[in-house]
Every structure is written in C-alpha cells, then in structure tokens.
C-alpha cells in the first residue's frame, strides 16, 4: 500500500497525528478555512442555478489560502490516497 494524506484543520494536530499514524501517513493542516464563496452572480448570492443544479463559486481567502491551497495539492500529487477530518 502507498503512502496516504490526512487532511486536518488545526496545525497544531499534525505532529501528534503523524507520530500515531506512523511513515504510511503523511498529514498536513488546512489552516483553517482557505476559501470563501465569491461575491458575485444574481443578488451577489455567490452561485447560480441550473435546472436542479446548484453552482457556487469561491475564491481564495488571499494570499495564505492561495499558499495552502498550492501545497496541498502538492502533497496530494505524491500519495495514493487522500482523507480529511475537521
């Protein structure tokens, strides 16, 4: 089996959790919330629907959200599987 990613909220839990989980794990923090719902579309309600579809559309909580964003995808690239807790 290849290595896995755990996903967590709150860095603080990450050392803790890979020292429980051991070398098949590696676990990163979102750091809280990295995303927003955009303020745009019809009434500014940040999404659209289609049919029976509900659309939302977010953007990146700056230039922090931007960064965790971009290393979690990092991280995702080098594991067979991917789980989040918050």
């Known amino acids: ?3 896995r990613l755990l996903i ?4 603080g839990k990450t050392r803790k959790l890979s020292q429980i989980l051991g070398s ?3 676990v990163k ?3 809280g919330h990295v995303r927003e719902l955009a303020s745009d579309g019809i009434d500014s309600l940040n ?6 579809s509900v659309h939302c559309r977010y953007v990146m ?7 965790t964003i971009q290393q979690l995808q990092s991280a995702v690239k080098q594991v067979e599987t991917v789980d ?3």
């Open 47 to 52: 999404f659209d629907l289609e049919g029976n």
């Open 84 to 86: 989040s807790r918050y």
């Open 29 to 31: 923090a979102s750091m």
């Open 61 to 67: 909580r700056g230039d922090r959200g931007k960064e």
């Open 1 to 3: 089996m290849g290595k």
């Open 24 to 26: 098949e794990w590696i």
């Open 8 to 11: 967590v909220e709150s860095p």
